[in-house]
Nanobody
Framework: QVQLVESGGDLVQAGGSLRLSCAAP????????MGWFRQAPGKEREFVAA????????YYADSVKGRFTISKDNAKNTLYLQMNSLKLEDTAVYYC???????????WGQGTQVTVSS
């Protein structure tokens, strides 16, 4: 089993910034595609961003492009999501996930709450 542990969620004002972290096993972080997803109340979980095993390629949902940055530090076994210019609609539980192949995202963390207030 792969354990992923998110942290960093908080209450923040619109326009503010927040950085989420996801602790992941080194053998996973350095070998597989890693992603961030989010789920707002009453909505389906949606893709936010992903980063290739090498860190050389990143992917973003249109809704966060230019505002969010995904990165990772293999030495610290940590995946990050830097979120800037936060909007009310960014309010959600954010999950990190590991994909063992074919963008199926097989392993998930427990989530961390991000609330953006006006």
């Amino acid at each position: 089993q792969v354990q992923l542990v998110e942290s960093g969620g908080d209450l923040v004002q619109a326009g503010g910034s927040l950085r989420l972290s996801c602790a992941a096993p080194g053998r996973i972080l350095g070998s597989y595609l890693m992603g961030w997803f989010r789920q707002a109340p009453g909505k389906e979980r949606e893709f936010v961003a992903a980063i290739s095993w090498s860190g050389g390629t990143t992917y973003y949902a249109d809704s966060v492009k230019g505002r969010f940055t995904i990165s990772k530090d293999n030495a610290k076994n940590t995946l990050y999501l830097q979120m800037n210019s936060l909007k009310l609609e960014d309010t959600a539980v954010y999950y990190c996930a590991a994909d063992l192949g074919m963008w199926t995202f097989d392993y998930w963390g427990q989530g961390t709450q991000v609330t953006v207030s006006s």
